[in-house]
């Protein structure tokens, strides 16, 4: 974890850089951001946060898999009945390759992050991690995720402010998969963070207002989207009940 130090920072986006995120999906042959007017939740503020710890990384298969076997914890898995449910753009075959099978993980995926996690799931490995580690964890506030990825001065992205295919694990360059997390050293926060564009999207503990039951994802945001939804102030949530694998999470917590 890092230490995320008190102070304000700039939380949201301006007219300016929605429409910039608008464009740069335009570019690639997609409207359908503008056309559902997707970013335009993003308020612009100045807020003020006490110090708080964040992880560096989302949290992996393995070290979900300790969980498991720890707590007893259901693992990570979703019924074909269940996923067809949801009607997302996805069909099942996509989602084999991420089921876990006796209580592990896919082989060769232990360094990858945690997805097909409900909310719940991701509360609970941060409380339990927490005990283990003698610190209250938990999963961070949608504006503690913005801060550790766009740092104080409000960067769009977490390098900068130019979108960068080659920082991020993204629909441009694909492999259309998760990766071991780490592997953008270029898309680094200005506090050191990785994949907080890209990868996966996040869990957070914010209600969505807009939304009764849902929650606040951030992660700039997965491996197949576009890069409109890959700047650090877009808003996205989910069903806290939703098992998807395109959402994991990370951990945050207090200073000791």
């Known amino acids: 974890m890092v230490l995320v130090p008190a102070g304000r920072f700039t939380m949201g986006s301006t007219p ?19 056309a559902n007017r997707w970013f335009e939740h993003e ?8 110090a708080y710890l964040i992880d560096v990384y ?7 898999k300790a969980f498991v076997d720890a707590a007893g914890h259901s693992p990570p898995f979703v019924t074909q009945e269940v996923w067809e449910g949801y009607h997302l753009i996805h069909g099942y075959d996509t989602v084999r390759r991420f089921l876990w099978k006796n209580r592990t993980y896919p082989q060769g995926r232990g360094r990858r992050p945690v ?15 927490g005990a283990r580690e003698k610190r209250r964890l938990r999963l961070p506030a949608e504006a503690e995720w913005e801060k550790a990825a766009r740092g104080p001065d409000g960067h769009i992205f977490p390098w900068g402010n130019e979108f960068d295919a080659s920082r991020l694990n993204s629909a441009d360059k694909g492999p259309y998969d998760t990766v071991p997390v780490g592997s953008y050293p270029g898309g680094r926060s200005p506090y050191g963070l990785y994949d907080m ?28 989207d576009m890069p409109g939804v ?11 009940m939703l098992r998807h694998i395109l959402i994991g999470f990370r951990c945050s917590g207090d200073p000791s």
């Open 16 to 34: 300016e850089e929605r429409d910039y995120g608008y464009q740069l999906d335009e570019q690639r042959g997609s409207s359908v951001a503008r």
């Open 43 to 50: 308020t612009r503020v100045s807020r003020q946060l006490d």
């Open 58 to 64: 989302p949290v992996t298969n393995a070290e979900y």
């Open 115 to 129: 997805v097909l996690v409900t909310q719940a799931d991701a509360t609970a490995y941060c409380a339990w991690r």
């Open 197 to 224: 564009a890209g990868q996966v999207f996040e869990w957070t503990s914010t209600p969505d207002e807009r939304r009764p039951g849902s929650f606040i994802v951030k992660g700039g945001l997965s491996w197949d």
């Open 230 to 240: 890959t700047r650090a102030a877009a808003r996205h949530s989910r069903p806290a």
